[in-house]
């Protein structure tokens, strides 16, 4: 029996934590789920939006399930989001993005992983005013923080024999905070002879992405740009609903979809689940539980494949219930 932090957050955050733990449970796998809120759920209760609770209960139990929680625009409390990345010092942002049957999108055959840094870079959320007019944010770029997400892409790429390690930056124009990133990657590189490694300024990723994704094998990237080209390359697979991720960190790890909260789908019974299941794939493998991760995936293959009970945003009209039903009864056959 596994002892693990769940963090249902808001939004459609309770729906697809929700189905997650029901797929988990059809799969055998027995969790005892410590459940703690964060977000919007937890001011009302506790007065802050990440309670001292959440990170004690993640501290000990080294692994968490989560869903989006969502941070207020221009104003309001800081993001709950990066405080816990930040906190228990989880520094990697690992999103695999592969195409799955029976999603018809533009792009066929799409493999790529996202190794995205995770605890600095613009998101220290450090700003203040330079006179009446003007405000600036500080950027931080450390040696220690771009070592050690080059090390985690190329040790990643090595165990899981894949080809190539590119290094994304903009540092034809952010010569010393891209340019120390450079560095360390090209440091790390040296160490890996096996893995073809190159480089890519931001805005070419983005061309050559939608032109040609399948050049690409593994990027890594400071914070920011990681975190938008996560949202880029999930459009080619099919979107949001479906790709997963994992928050990795030397001591715990906290498993959550890229998808934030989606306010527009909340309490409608429509998200797709499917993100947040392969995010709990992922745990599952990282829990030991390997036969259980390899059923849940191969039963999120078969229904989409099936294709009868899809959600909305993969053009179906199944809702969030019936989708994850239809997940159960896979894995119950299987
Ligand atoms: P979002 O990811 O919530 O939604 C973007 C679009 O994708 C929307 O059209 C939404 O309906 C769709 N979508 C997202 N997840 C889906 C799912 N599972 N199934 C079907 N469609 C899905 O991004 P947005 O609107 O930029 O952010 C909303 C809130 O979420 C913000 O407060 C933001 O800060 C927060 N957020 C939280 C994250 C987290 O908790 N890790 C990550 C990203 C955003």
Not at 94 to 113: A, F, H, K, M, W
Not at 197 to 213: H, R, W
Request: proline share 5%; glycine share 8%; net charge neutral.
């Amino acid at each position: 029996m596994h002892t693990v932090t769940l963090i249902p957050g808001d939004g459609i955050g309770p729906e697809v934590t929700a189905a997650a733990c029901e797929v988990i449970v059809a799969a055998g796998v027995s969790i005892n789920w410590e459940t703690v809120a964060a977000g919007t759920a937890a001011i009302e209760e506790f007065g802050t939006p990440l309670p001292q609770q959440v990170l004690d209960s993640v501290t000990k139990n080294k692994v968490a399930l989560k869903g989006p929680v969502t941070t207020p625009v221009a104003g309001g409390f800081p993001s709950v989001n990066v405080s816990l990345r930040k906190k228990l010092d989880l520094y990697c942002n690992l999103r695999p993005v592969q195409s799955l049957p029976g999603v018809n999108t533009r792009y066929e055959n799409i493999d790529l992983v996202i190794i995205r840094e995770n605890t600095e870079g613009l998101y220290g959320g450090v700003e203040f005013p330079a006179g009446p007019d003007a405000v600036v944010a500080t950027r931080i770029i450390t040696r220690a923080a771009s070592h050690r997400i080059a090390e985690f892409a190329f040790a990643y790429a090595a165990k899981r024999g894949r080809k190539k390690v590119t290094a994304v930056h903009k540092a034809n124009i952010l010569k010393k905070t891209d340019g120390l990133f450079l560095a360390c990657c090209r440091d790390i590189a040296q160490a890996f002879p096996s893995i073809a490694y190159e480089e890519i300024i931001i805005d070419n990723l983005c061309l050559q992405l939608v032109q040609n994704p399948h050049q690409f094998d593994i990027l890594v990237l400071p914070n920011l740009y990681g975190d938008i080209v996560s949202d880029l390359c999930s459009g080619f697979v099919g979107g949001l609903g479906l790709v997963p991720g994992a928050n990795i960190g030397r001591e715990c790890s906290i498993f959550e979809a890229v998808h934030g909260s989606a306010p527009d789908l909340a309490g409608k019974n429509q998200a797709n689940p499917t993100a947040l299941i392969l995010s709990s794939v992922i745990m599952l493998e990282h829990l030991g539980e390997r036969e259980a991760a390899r059923r849940i995936r191969q039963a999120v293959e078969t229904v989409l494949k099936e294709g009868t009970r899809l959600t909305p945003d993969l053009g179906g009209c199944a809702t969030t219930t019936q989708y994850t039903a239809a997940l159960c009864k896979a894995l119950l056959k299987s």
